[in-house]
């Protein structure tokens, strides 16, 4: 979604502040209904990406089917992204009984197995 692309001040509509002080922002978390598997949410920080997010998954009673990773600016660990990706996803209701539990290889160098050979 680009900045003007689906908001509410582009299409010349005010957003209203919800409980708790949070902007409605219907005409995204509707696009967010209507989207693929995958949608791809870019904007800067403090933006409000996480909070429409949030509030989309609450409205659409999507919580138990939502897995959530949050990832930090110096995270550079894909070891440790992906044990995070597959651990929220075995918090979901269908991911607890398809995910397996893993945990971190000892050999894992950054993208490659080594054989120890």
Not at 10 to 34: K, N, Q
Not at 41 to 58: D, E, F, M, Q, Y
Not at 75 to 98: E, I, K, M, Y
Request: glycine share 16%.
């Amino acid at each position: 979604m680009g900045p003007a692309e689906g908001s509410d001040v582009a299409v010349g509509r005010v957003a209203h502040a919800g409980a708790g002080g949070v902007v409605s922002r219907p005409d995204l978390t509707r696009r967010l209904g209507a989207s693929a598997r995958v949608t791809v949410i870019s904007a800067p920080p403090g933006s409000g990406k996480s909070v429409l997010l949030r509030s989309w998954i609450g409205e659409a009673a999507l919580n138990d089917s939502t897995g959530w990773v949050s990832v930090g600016r110096d995270d550079r660990d894909p070891q440790r992204f992906w044990l995070s990706v597959l651990g929220a996803l075995r918090q979901t209701s269908g991911g607890s009984r398809l995910v397996r539990e893993l945990t971190a290889a000892p050999t894992w160098t950054g993208g490659r197995w080594w054989s120890g050979c």
